[in-house]
């Protein structure tokens, strides 16, 4: 059974930085997909960074420049490395990897920025 694991989230004043990791389980080389979606308080669900098994990424408009997605098949992990953060990046941020036509989810983990 695949399980992802989050962490690295807290609370962090703007401008301040913050590494979110995710353990997976699994073999993350037999993953295509990776990436974090983030959820606000009373606001839907929305990505933030996607990786590819080729290592392409793709970021919200509104993290670009301050966020970077990597992944370490050797070590099963995805990371979100946040900089210049901002008190509206304050949410769940929830990691996934694709499977196939399958999407594995962990909990999340929450990030608060303080103004």
């Known amino acids: 059974q695949v399980q992802l694991v989050e962490s690295g989230g807290g609370l962090v004043q703007a401008g301040g930085s913050l590494r979110l990791s995710c353990q997976i389980s699994?073999?993350?080389?037999?993953?295509?997909?990776m990436g974090w979606y983030r959820q606000a308080p009373g606001k839907e669900r929305a990505l933030v960074a996607q990786?590819?098994?080729?290592?392409?990424?793709n970021y919200a408009d509104s993290v670009k420049g301050r966020f970077t997605i990597s992944r370490d098949n050797a070590k099963n992990t995805v990371y979100l490395q946040m900089n210049s953060l901002k008190p509206e990046d304050t949410a769940v941020y929830s990691c996934?990897?694709?499977?196939?036509?399958?999407?594995?989810w962990g909990k999340g983990t929450l990030v608060t920025v303080s103004s």
């Open positions: 996934y990897a694709r499977y196939y036509a399958t999407n594995y």
């Open positions: 699994g073999d993350t080389s037999c993953f295509s997909d």
């Open positions: 990786i590819s098994g080729g290592g392409a990424t």
